[in-house]
């Protein structure tokens, strides 16, 4: 019926029922407890609308205006609308630290004191000794210290903050000299040069991309010169013939010329992985040691802790950088300390380290626990995709991701899903990617050779249970 004459289009109009009769059903009653008067109404005015709309294409029927269908209706849209947008997801990408994914998750001693913060008050900038007005950074900062080996230290918003920072109060109007096998693009909008010209400094490049020697420092250095900075490669590697000038050899030569120099370790781990079998990384306290007089690094990478930048090092240099203004607008929220503070001190007993810091833990979870875990979930899979596909439990390789040791890789173990007749399946895998992706809980895999691949190292026994019943649910 698409052609809806005059007459029967305003006797199906007088059938619209009045927005203050539907509201005041028992039905609609619910949701107003629920969803508040004002949203309820805009919702179900919009209803109404949307029927008067399909009415004259004649697309509306009158059962639609049942008070019942109505608040189905409403009440669909109200909850549609009011989900959280930031939702959890199953990081089944292999990569541990996923900067798309919210890199580190926190231990339970930090989720506790966020929550704590988050609901009482709490001495963030009150000396509990004087009675006076505090400093946040004295929270924390004789921890890092402790860590770390440094005189000084303080926290802002991340690592990008923090060198943001340092340049700006160490380095404006002056030169700074960086090898060019250091001028790294992190991602976004993180680049280097930029960062550099951001902060007010300008940016001396010495060496070339492959090879750069002290020298080529030695000879850089003027009287306008700050600072002299290394810069982590975090997500490449050079590889071949190549040169790189420690911090220990740039050191003495800024040292010997009255200058200091920066290192933005980006990842920044303060204990040695190697004793966990993971690849071994410069840790902040050797840098210190070697001469380093500022290092900054991130909250949420291999540390394992909230999105934080950390900047440690020489009393005198730390003290100017606090001064700064930027400092007040860089400057870490009560959540962040709090989140802070008990992770750092579990570095306290590195012994049990693996056990309770949630990104170690995922880091050195053992091969046979990951598998076993891919076993468990493989029928589940199957059962829940369809004969369409063929599911196999595999070894795979995570990434730590986050630019932490960017070519290593763990060895790993997930399920690897492929089309069942043995054809490349482009288009129905890219649909069973997106089939996972729109679950209540989202599953974030990856597709890689003709397969998507499910690496199954970060999902812990409760991530596991609620997977196997949201795959459950699929089939009934
Ligand atoms: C990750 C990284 C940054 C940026 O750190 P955020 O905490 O993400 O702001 C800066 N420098 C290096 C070398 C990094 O690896």
Same mark, same amino acid.
């Given at each position: 019926?698409?052609?809806?004459?005059?007459?029967?289009?305003?006797?199906?109009?007088?059938?619209?029922?009045?927005?203050?009769?539907?509201?005041?059903?028992?039905?609609?009653?619910?949701?107003?407890?629920?969803?508040?008067?004002?949203?309820?109404?805009?919702?179900?005015?919009?209803?109404?609308?949307?029927?008067?709309?399909?009415?004259?294409?004649?697309?509306?029927?009158?059962?639609?205006?049942?008070?019942?269908?109505?608040?189905?209706?409403?009440?669909?849209?109200?909850?549609?609308?009011?989900?959280?947008?930031?939702?959890?997801?199953?990081?089944?990408?292999?990569?541990?630290?996923?900067?798309?994914?919210?890199?580190?998750?926190?231990?339970?001693?930090?989720?506790?004191?966020?929550?704590?913060?988050?609901?009482?008050?709490?001495?963030?900038?009150?000396?509990?000794?004087?009675?006076k007005r505090g400093d946040r950074d004295d929270l924390i900062d004789d921890l890092i210290c402790e860590l770390t080996g440094a005189e000084a230290a303080?926290?802002v918003n991340n690592n990008a903050a923090a060198v943001l920072l340092t340049l700006s109060a160490l380095a404006s109007k002056k030169e700074v000299i960086?090898?060019?096998?250091?001028?790294?693009?992190?991602?976004?909008?993180?680049?280097?040069?930029?960062?550099?010209?951001?902060?007010?400094?300008?940016?001396?490049?010495?060496?070339?991309?492959?090879?750069?020697?002290?020298?080529?420092?030695?000879?850089?250095?003027?009287?306008?010169?700050?600072?002299?900075?290394?810069?982590?490669?975090?997500?490449?590697?050079?590889?071949?013939?190549?040169?790189?000038?420690?911090?220990?050899?740039?050191?003495?030569?800024?040292?010997?010329?009255?200058?200091?120099?920066?290192?933005?370790?980006?990842?920044?781990?303060?204990?040695?992985?190697?004793?966990?079998?993971?690849?071994?990384?410069?840790?902040?306290?050797?840098?210190?040691?070697?001469?380093?007089?500022?290092?900054?690094?991130?909250?949420?990478?291999?540390?394992?802790?909230?999105?934080?930048?950390?900047?440690?090092?020489?009393?005198?240099?730390?003290?100017?950088?606090?001064?700064?203004?930027?400092?007040?607008?860089?400057?870490?929220?009560?959540?962040?300390?709090? $989140? !802070? %503070?008990?992770? #750092? =001190?579990?570095?306290?007993? @590195?012994?049990?380290?693996?056990?309770?810091?949630?990104? &170690? +833990? *995922?880091?050195?979870?053992?091969?046979?626990?990951?598998?076993?875990?891919?076993?468990?979930?493989?029928?589940?899979?199957?059962?829940?995709?369809?004969?369409?596909?063929?599911?196999?439990?595999?070894?795979?390789?995570?990434?730590?991701?986050?630019?932490?040791?960017?070519?290593?890789?763990?060895?790993?173990?997930?399920?690897?899903?492929?089309?069942?007749?043995?054809?490349?399946?482009?288009?129905?895998?890219? $649909? !069973? %990617?997106?089939? #996972? =992706?729109?679950?209540?809980? @989202?599953?974030?895999?990856?597709?890689?050779?003709?397969? &998507? +691949? *499910?690496?199954?190292?970060?999902?812990?026994?409760?991530?596991?249970?609620?997977?196997?019943?949201?795959?459950?649910?699929?089939?009934?």
């Amino acid at each position: 019926m698409s052609d809806v004459t005059g007459a029967e289009l305003r006797a199906l109009m007088a059938r619209v029922p009045s927005v203050e009769k539907v509201m005041a059903s028992a039905e609609f009653a619910g949701l107003v407890v629920e969803f508040g008067r004002t949203q309820v109404l805009g919702m179900l005015r919009q209803a109404l609308d949307q029927w008067r709309v399909d009415a004259q294409s004649g697309e509306a029927s009158v059962n639609a205006l049942d008070v019942a269908q109505l608040h189905a209706r409403v009440d669909a849209a109200l909850r549609q609308r009011n989900q959280p947008r930031l939702r959890s997801v199953f990081n089944l990408t292999g990569t541990v630290l996923h900067t798309n994914l919210g890199r580190a998750l926190l231990p339970d001693e930090a989720v506790q004191a966020v929550m704590t913060a988050l609901t009482q008050p709490a001495n963030l900038e009150f000396d509990l000794d004087t009675g006076k007005r505090g400093d946040r950074d004295d929270l924390i900062d004789d921890l890092i210290c402790e860590l770390t080996g440094a005189e000084a230290a303080t926290v802002v918003n991340n690592n990008a903050a923090a060198v943001l920072l340092t340049l700006s109060a160490l380095a404006s109007k002056k030169e700074v000299i960086v090898s060019r096998g250091e001028l790294v693009e992190i991602g976004g909008a993180f680049r280097i040069p930029d960062i550099m010209s951001r902060a007010g400094a300008k940016l001396r490049e010495v060496g070339t991309t492959n090879r750069t020697h002290l020298k080529d420092y030695d000879e850089a250095i003027t009287p306008q010169t700050a600072l002299l900075m290394k810069v982590h490669a975090s997500n490449y590697a050079i590889n071949g013939f190549t040169k790189e000038v420690g911090v220990e050899e740039i050191a003495p030569l800024a040292h010997a010329r009255g200058l200091a120099v920066a290192v933005d370790l980006g990842s920044g781990t303060l204990v040695d992985l190697a004793q966990w079998g993971l690849p071994r990384e410069t840790t902040v306290r050797e840098t210190i040691e070697v001469g380093a007089d500022l290092v900054t690094f991130s909250g949420d990478k291999l540390l394992g802790g909230p999105q934080a930048g950390l900047i440690v090092g020489r009393r005198d240099l730390i003290a100017r950088i606090k001064k700064h203004p930027l400092k007040r607008a860089l400057r870490v929220g009560k959540l962040t300390l709090a $989140a !802070l %503070e008990p992770v #750092l =001190r579990m570095y306290r007993a @590195p012994e049990h380290l693996a056990g309770r810091l949630t990104t &170690l +833990r *995922l880091l050195t979870r053992p091969m046979d626990d990951i598998r076993a875990a891919a076993e468990r979930v493989l029928p589940v899979v199957q059962r829940a995709i369809g004969a369409r596909y063929a599911v196999a439990a595999e070894p795979m390789f995570s990434q730590i991701g986050s630019g932490a040791l960017p070519v290593d890789v763990l060895p790993s173990y997930g399920l690897v899903v492929r089309m069942a007749d043995g054809k490349r399946g482009g288009r129905q895998l890219l $649909a !069973l %990617e997106k089939l #996972l =992706r729109d679950m209540q809980r @989202p599953v974030i895999g990856r597709i890689a050779d003709d397969a &998507l +691949r *499910l690496d199954l190292r970060c999902l812990e026994a409760l991530d596991e249970a609620q997977l196997i019943g949201q795959l459950e649910s699929m089939n009934a």
